[in-house]
């Protein structure tokens, strides 16, 4: 078995992991599963990644168990790791510095509602992962969060073929970095800016450089006007665009 996807399975339990996983994992994808299954350690992790050291995806869902253990014993132990998405609000630095020096494979790092991540951790990464395809670090909330306009313009420096970027409810960052970003990443596809404090001056930016995104998101962007999200939406029909001054949200 290479593959191992455990979706919306209610009766399943974390206890269970280390009993059905095995060397030849490649591919393990973990979510929407019951409350025991939302509360996996890192001990169970630990388990996991001690089985399977040749994984190469993981995918896990929002657990307040998980803390800067689980990633770091990911990073030593996984050295063939390309995709890496959990997210826990117990998750820092340390693990992004350890990932950073441990993951010479990693092209999508996801982190979301990590609340202890910041642009020191950030830069860190992307300096030594200059062809990352994705970056997301959305949500978190605002303790302890310190991820600012710094972090998205040295993205946009170092990591040129980036595909995918997600800063999600981040309200330190602005048209500044976003204008930036667009113009030094002409492979961005999908951009999400949900709830960040933008403006116009990042449609224009795209408008302006032909910028060729697929899909958009500024919910909650409320200095964003309907003008600008027509003009967008004239510039480039085919966009997949979501707003709350839209009047059709189309997915």
Do not use: W
């Not at 991540?117 to 302890?144: K, M, Q, V, Y």
Request: hydrophobic share 35%.
């Amino acid at each position: 078995m290479q593959y191992l996807i455990i979706a919306r399975c209610y009766g399943f339990s974390s206890k269970t992991l280390g009993k059905i996983v095995n060397p030849n994992l490649i591919h393990l994808r973990l979510y929407e599963n019951n409350r025991k299954y939302r509360h996996i350690s890192d001990e169970t992790i630990s388990e996991i990644v001690a089985i399977c050291p040749n994984l190469i995806h993981i995918y896990i869902s929002y657990s307040n168990q998980i803390t800067d253990i689980s990633l770091i014993e990911i990073a030593k132990k996984c050295q063939r790791i390309e995709y890496i998405n959990i997210g826990g609000y117990k998750i820092s630095d340390k693990s992004l510095r350890e990932i950073a020096n441990s993951c010479p494979k990693l092209q999508y790092h996801h982190l979301p509602d990590c609340c202890y991540i910041s642009d020191s951790g950030i830069i860190e990464i992307i300096s030594s992962h200059p062809h990352l395809l994705s970056l997301s670090f959305e949500g978190g909330g605002l303790e302890g969060c310190e991820i600012t306009n710094l972090s998205i313009k040295k993205i946009a420096e170092l990591c040129p073929k980036l595909q995918y970027f997600n800063v999600s409810e981040r309200d330190d960052i602005t048209d500044e970095s976003i204008c930036i970003l667009l113009q030094l990443c002409p492979n961005l596809q999908e951009l999400i800016l949900e709830q960040c404090n933008i403006t116009d001056a990042t449609i224009n930016a795209i408008i302006n450089l032909r910028h060729n995104l697929q899909k958009l998101n500024i919910i909650y962007c409320d200095q964003v006007s309907r003008n600008a999200i027509s003009s967008i939406k004239s510039f480039n029909p085919e966009i997949k665009l979501r707003s709350t001054k839209l009047l059709v949200i189309r997915d």
